[in-house]
């Protein structure tokens, strides 16, 4: 029985994993948990119904303790930081944006293994992170998770390139963006996510995101790391061999698949989600990406080559910019121009060199800083 750690337990992919492991209770056990403040309640429930004895959580203490009765709690701004080092089997890390950090590299430095579900992670602390080896991650994130089975079909000196698929977002077919109110970037045709990582799905600055987390993950220069559009979104990545051949996974749109791999280390868990009914009629399809109209690409591509901090002002930019077009500040492609512009004015000169954490949280810091002084 595998003994497991979940970050972000009341997240989309907290409770799905959950979920996961209710339905095999021979093969996992939860012995942490951790949220943040605004859902103490459900965090305490998930304790109590899988026999949790420790939770952490940025919510008040005493409320906590009200809460939680006969369960240890660790509370503050730390506490994922703390629950991330109980031993165990595997960490999930399921905290959307770049606090996971500091949670991910806490868990490697005291050997535990990660299912990575938090891409921010390697964006802002790619090279901290895979410093600990390769074979410490596991990715939770869907196309990840399928490149990371892709690859197994062949050597990595055989891989000519890899090909991340993008649902598109809503406003794929949409030529003119200028208008784009909120509740329709919040409106995803495929997925059911955060606020956070639809509107970076509907910008495609989630796609760059990635492709700075696949080279991390799988030690690939940027110049083979492609994406496309695949709005059915069933085929979840590719992998193209130099013989020509190229090999994809495909499954329904469903997070469920890779929480389970990750959570088993590249074991199979049955029935962990529904499988493609083949006795229907299917078309798939896939395009280019406009990069025109979806410039988040060449940008991500263009700090992920030039390295040091850019990457993390990429990415701390961008939470900036999200959260001011969500509170209606911005217009929706202003996203994009404040993250450029971001990066133009923090990335010129000498390249900012992360070497530990407080590095990347002061190369956050400023981007952040520079972000909401470009907001109007």
């Known amino acids: 029985m595998r003994s497991i750690v979940i970050l972000g337990s009341t ?6 994993a959950l979920e996961i ?36 959580t940025t919510a008040d203490r005493q409320v906590a303790l009200d809460l939680a009765g006969d369960i240890q709690v660790i509370d503050g701004p730390l506490a994922s930081t703390e629950i991330a080092t109980i031993p165990c089997d595997i960490v999930l890390n399921g905290i959307t944006g770049s606090i996971g950090l500091g949670p991910t590299l806490a868990a490697l430095g005291v050997g535990n293994k990660v299912a990575l579900a938090n891409k921010e992670s390697l964006v802002a602390g790619g090279d901290l992170v895979m410093a600990f080896g390769h074979d410490k991650i596991i990715p939770v994130d869907s196309e990840h998770s399928a490149l990371y089975q892709c690859f197994l079909a062949g050597k990595s000196s055989e891989v000519k390139k890899v090909i991340l698929t993008a649902s598109g977002g809503p406003f794929r077919d949409r030529a003119d963006l200028s208008g784009v109110t909120v ?12 606020p956070m990582v639809t509107i970076n799905s509907a910008t495609l600055m989630n796609k760059g995101l990635e ?29 193209e061999f130099i013989d020509g051949s190229t090999i994809a996974q495909a499954s329904p749109p469903n997070m469920k698949g890779p929480i389970a791999y990750a959570l088993a280390s590249g074991d199979r868990v049955a029935h962990a989600t529904k499988p493609i009914d083949w006795t229907s009629t299917h078309t798939w399809s896939f395009a280019p990406i406009d990069t025109n109209r979806f410039p988040a690409i060449d940008l991500a591509l263009r700090c992920g080559e030039l390295g040091g901090g850019l990457p993390a002002i990429f990415n701390a930019s961008n939470e900036v910019a999200v959260d001011a077009f969500l509170s209606g500040r911005i217009t929706f492609t202003s996203i994009v121009d404040i993250v450029e ?12 060199v992360a070497r530990n954490l407080a590095d990347v949280s002061a190369i956050e810091d400023d981007a952040r800083r520079v972000a909401i002084s470009l907001l109007p």
């Open 341 to 352: 512009a971001t990066v133009q004015k923090l990335g010129s000169g000498s390249p900012i």
């Open 183 to 194: 509740k329709e970037a919040l409106s995803h045709p495929t997925w059911a996510m955060g």
């Open 211 to 239: 492709i700075i987390e696949a080279h991390y993950l799988f030690n690939l220069p940027y110049s083979q790391i492609e994406a496309v559009i695949h709005p059915q979104s069933v085929v979840h990545s590719m992998v």
């Open 11 to 16: 997240g989309s992919i907290g409770v799905q």
């Open 21 to 56: 492991i209710a339905a095999n209770p021979n093969k996992f056990r939860v012995v942490a948990l951790s949220a943040g403040s605004r859902n103490l309640p459900l965090l305490i429930e998930q304790a109590k119904k899988f026999s949790v004895p420790i939770v952490g």
